[in-house]
């Protein structure tokens, strides 16, 4: 039996993790707050904690998928991080956009929704090339 092994995608995988259970726990919070047992009540704020939540859990498997897949075909370490730093980061900077919100989009989640886009798409890239 082959083992695999993925050290620089499962760092960015445990952080990831703890950002996930991280924004999932700020829901709970929320509804349990404004006594929402499903969905979101109608309250903005149970709303936008739900959307962090969801939209990270939506964007980070792919990345790391594609991360994944980049590190067992001998990809750099320092492509690896970069794409790593850049995706927590920014799923993090989403997150606090999210739930400290002002009138109209805010530059944190811009930056969090285009840094995840870039991760995306440039290690797609990569790996058709490499």
Known sequence: MNLV?????AIYAALSAFLVIALAA???????????SLGDGGHKDVTRAIRAHGNTVEYVPLALIL????ELNGASDTALHIYGITLVA????YGYGMLFPKPSANLPRQIGVVTSWLVILAAGVQLLVI
Not at 67 to 70: G, N, P, S, T
């Open 5 to 9: 092994s993925l050290p620089i995608t």
């Open 26 to 36: 700020n829901v709970v919070r929320y509804r349990l707050s404004k006594h929402v």
């Open 90 to 93: 920014g799923r993090a900077l």
């Open 67 to 70: 991360m994944a897949l980049l």
